[in-house]
């Protein structure tokens, strides 16, 4: 990300859907590192899976650890997915549409649809949403994008077996998902990475 993107961003209160489930407040911590957020000064990005009602798993990672994390994706698997990205999506069009719009801007018209397959998020019973944040704000443009969870499992579909076994390792570490959810988990992974 160049900072002609950064600035092209707007920041705006973090909202509810963004939210800690458990606390109903912004999520503080990363994950890994255990930095305060909400102070640091540091860009991270918050990954929240969605199975109506019930949040599966949420976190939050500073850029610094999520770019020591991406050494999990293997070169296959990242290739993998940038050229699914690039076939699929646009997201500096769907940028340049949203943020086109006149203000004020609310985080639910990023949040409409699937990224990849267009669906409405009223017609989804399960999804993950995902988003870019610089302290108490969410940064609006490229992000915040919803993604279903059959986009999902079309995108884990992509990864080598080497990736997969370091995204399992690294949601046994670091998530707590219900029992009744796991099968469900094993078929997508979290892409935040």
């Known amino acids: 990300m160049d900072n002609a993107d950064f600035m092209a961003m707007v920041p705006v209160p973090i909202p509810r859907i963004f939210f800690d489930y458990v606390i109903e407040a912004p999520i503080r911590k990363c994950l890994l590192c255990e930095r305060d957020l909400l102070e640091a000064d540091v860009l991270y990005m918050v990954e929240k899976a969605i199975k109506e009602p019930d949040v599966l798993y949420e ?27 690039v076939e699929r999506v646009n997201l500096r069009a769907r940028a340049r549409k949203l943020l ?46 919803l993604i279903s969870a059959d986009a999902l499992v079309e995108i884990a579909s992509l990864l080598s077996q080497t990736t997969k076994d370091e995204m399992g390792r690294f949601s046994d570490e670091n998530l707590g998902v219900p029992p009744e959810f796991e099968d469900l988990f094993r078929k997508r992974t979290p892409l935040l990475f």
């Open 59 to 85: 976190f939050a990672v500073c850029l610094p650890c999520m770019q020591k994390s991406q050494q999990m994706i293997s070169p296959e698997s990242a290739e993998n997915i940038q050229a699914f990205f």
């Open 100 to 145: 086109a719009a006149p203000p004020p801007f609310t985080v639910d018209d990023w949040l409409t649809e699937c990224l990849v397959t267009g669906k409405l998020r009223t017609e989804l019973r399960e999804y993950t949403i995902y988003g870019l944040f610089l302290n108490d704000k969410i940064l609006l443009g490229e992000l915040p994008y």
